[in-house]
């Protein structure tokens, strides 16, 4: 079994005017990196890139860039609704200093398996770097399958890896199948933190999950766990993991309750959020349950 990682699709912290709030998001990159995640992605779904402007989304890069400082491994969600726009956002990133980035497709329209390939080939071979793609059905509209993965891999050098946000397990198990024999070096991440284990003993090679922003002690535990063959450890992780999925459930989207349950754990941060309203008194009782649960706080 590989070396199992964590990255965490960090949230982007602004102030009350929808600003972003740079001391905000230095405390919650310093939170992650001393909590041992292995990888910060900035700007995915958990950071509401599709609500910001491509001037707050490059100025994040920069605050990022800084701060994170090659400490950990650091990505830049660069998907936009032109071809141009991801090329665009995509190398000012990886010129900035970003390991890789990784790009969803457009969304709004469903788009059929030969206008999802004809996306990718436009913009890969003007990507001046390493490129993870992103799939999530539940927010593009149509899934980037194994089969299209395949095609792309074997036409574009720089493609390095992918996320896989599905509730469907198998759908992981058949890209794995499909992609590692011809190129064994192809990064597969779960999209969901439950399934990391899953991943890994299918021949993947770890998780970008949004339970790390919470909790990232418990997810970089989980993973010396993996890493060290620790079955008792792995399964105690697994148990914690499994209860803290429940913040995905508390509201649509999660996002509010995720941000409410870091600043109950100390963080010196604003909860607010570009789209979404916060959270009821009800929701943060939940949350506050949540954590006393598995002793967070």
């Known amino acids: ?29 310093e939170h992650l990196i001393n909590g041992g995640v292995d990888g910060i992605v900035v700007m995915g779904s958990s950071g509401e890139f599709f609500a910001m402007s491509m001037e707050q989304r490059k100025q994040l890069i920069d605050v990022a860039v800084s701060c994170i400082n090659h400490r950990v491994k650091f990505l830049v969600g660069t998907g936009c609704m032109t071809p141009k726009e991801t090329v665009e956002l995509s190398n000012y990133a990886l010129q900035a200093g970003a390991d890789a ?35 999530y059905p539940g927010g593009s509209g149509y899934d980037l399958t194994p089969e299209i993965t395949l095609r792309l891999l074997r036409k574009h050098k720089n493609l390095v890896g992918y996320k896989d946000t599905v509730d469907n397990f198998g759908h992981t198990r058949a890209l794995i199948n499909a992609t590692k024999g011809e190129f064994p070096d192809f990064i597969v991440m779960s999209g969901f933190d439950e399934s990391l284990m899953h991943t890994m003993l299918s021949g993947g090679n770890g998780c970008i999950g949004g339970l790390s922003n919470i909790a990232p002690e418990i997810c970089s535990a989980w993973v010396k766990a993996i890493n060290a063959g620790n079955i008792s450890e792995i399964e105690k992780y697994q148990k914690i993991i499994n209860s803290l999925m429940n913040f995905y459930t508390i509201n649509e989207p999660f996002l509010p309750a995720v941000k409410t349950a870091m600043a109950l754990r100390g963080l010196d941060i604003s909860t607010h959020c570009l789209e979404f309203n916060p959270i009821t008194a009800e929701q943060v009782q939940q949350v506050e349950k949540i954590l006393k649960d598995n002793g967070l706080k």
């Open 101 to 135: 980035v990784m790009i969803i497709g457009p969304y709004y329209f469903t788009l059929g398996a030969q206008n999802i390939e004809w996306y990718y080939d436009q913009i890969l071979p003007q990507i001046q770097g390493n490129v993870f793609l992103y799939n």
């Open 1 to 29: 079994m590989k070396k199992a990682e964590y990255f965490s699709p960090v949230v982007t912290i602004f102030d009350q005017d929808g600003n972003v709030d740079i001391n905000g998001n230095k405390v919650v990159y």
